[in-house]
């Protein structure tokens, strides 16, 4: 049997535990009471946040579209030059970057095989015009002994046609002779236009072939040149031939080429569905390397006096919905607003704010519906 003789003197102690861990619950209850008044109270007060401000201006702005390409000769300015004989390159004068001058020699082909030939042609053609001669004095004795009844008529015939055997065999051989001299001038390849040697494909000691299949040196140009911009077909009618262009590019380092368009294409790719804009550049110095890639801005719908303000200066919501923070002393308060064109530095703003509004331009994010702002030192 269980023993409940210490039953009765338990229930003090008991009590007083239970009396203990309610009077510590009151107080922990009352300091947190405490502390939440106290968080409450600095809740209460509308937070401060550090903005920059800007204002709402006119100025123009426009809607552009970015257009880029490579830069290429102009056509007709940009020539592959190779040998019309086949044979070893003996020489190569010039080398990548050097400038020549139109009919300047750029390379010779070993022409030792073709002097032997031209030489062998000129004996044949003296030899042909000796055979010629003898032939019309055959004739003209011949044609004499008939008159005095000497020579049979088959005599005076024969010695014509042998004449007219020795006109055909002289004019072989100045064709043979001609050709042969045109082959040893083309033994030195001369450029045909003048500007800078773009590439060369040849070293000395190489064999060519004597076809345009295997040239020897591309010749540029480059006094002036030509981008080349493929244009999607929508932009294309924002293209007219003599329009001003301004060009940016890496290469350039800050600096802006001004161009003219010269050319719109007429057809445009179904495939890709663009089309061809070409836009020549001044080029005297040839600082421009062919190939160089560059971009620029053209002008689709222009606004001449827009009311403004920085791109950074528009905030939009979660729902995509711009808006600004209109400035009243030292509160902000959002302001919806439609926006015209963008760009990437400005937008448009049909309505919304007016001129000389104050806004924040940054520093926005840490806003709310209306909010107390600290303008901060630029």
């Known amino acids: 049997m269980r023993d409940l003789s210490n039953g009765p003197a338990r229930w003090p102690r008991l009590a007083a535990a239970v009396a203990l861990a309610a009077a510590l619950a009151v107080a922990g209850c009352s300091r947190r009471s405490g502390a939440d008044e106290g968080e409450g109270g ?11 401000l800007t204002q709402v201006t006119r100025a123009p702005i426009s809607r552009t579209v970015t257009i880029s390409g490579t ?18 390159v003996a020489e190569l004068p010039v080398a990548e970057g050097d400038p020549v001058a139109a009919g300047q020699r750029v390379a010779r082909i070993d022409d030792r095989l073709l002097r032997e030939q031209s030489r062998q042609a000129e004996a044949a053609l003296a030899q042909a015009e000796a055979g010629l001669e003898n032939a019309k004095l055959a ?18 015939e024969d010695s014509r046609t042998q004449e007219a ?12 002779a001609s050709l042969a001299e045109t082959q040893l001038m083309r033994a030195e390849i001369r450029s045909p236009i003048g500007g800078a040697v773009v590439k060369r494909f040849v070293s ?26 493929n244009v999607p077909a929508a932009y294309l009618p924002a293209f007219r031939s003599g329009q001003a262009v301004e060009l940016e590019g890496d290469s350039l380092r800050g600096e802006t080429l001004h161009g003219r368009v010269v050319a719109v294409s007429a057809a445009v790719d179904p495939t890709t569905d663009l089309g061809l804009v070409r836009i020549r550049l001044a080029n005297e110095a040839g600082s421009l390397a062919l190939g160089t890639f560059l971009s620029a801005r053209i002008p689709l719908e222009t606004h001449a006096d827009a009311l403004v303000a920085p791109s950074q200066a528009v905030y939009r919501d979660q729902e995509g919905r711009p808006h600004v923070y209109r400035v009243e002393g030292d509160a902000a308060t959002a302001s919806p607003v439609v926006l015209g064109i963008e760009t990437p530095d400005r937008d448009e703003i049909l309505s919304g704010v007016r001129e000389g509004d104050s806004i924040v331009w940054t520093g926005g994010y840490g806003l709310g519906e209306k909010s107390r702002i600290r303008v901060a030192k630029p």
């Open 139 to 156: 004739r003209a004795r011949n044609e004499t002994l008939f008159e005095r009844g000497i020579a049979a008529r088959k005599e005076v």
């Open 42 to 52: 600095e809740k209460g007060e509308a937070a401060v946040v550090d903005v920059t």
């Open 165 to 176: 055997v020795a006109e055909a065999a002289l004019k072989q051989a100045q064709a043979t």
């Open 71 to 88: 830069v290429a000769a102009l056509p007709n300015r940009d020539v592959r030059v190779s040998s019309l004989v086949a044979g070893r």
């Open 204 to 229: 000395v000691g190489e064999q060519v072939d004597g076809t345009a299949a295997e040239p020897l040196f591309e010749v540029a140009d480059r006094r002036e040149v030509e981008l080349y911009a």
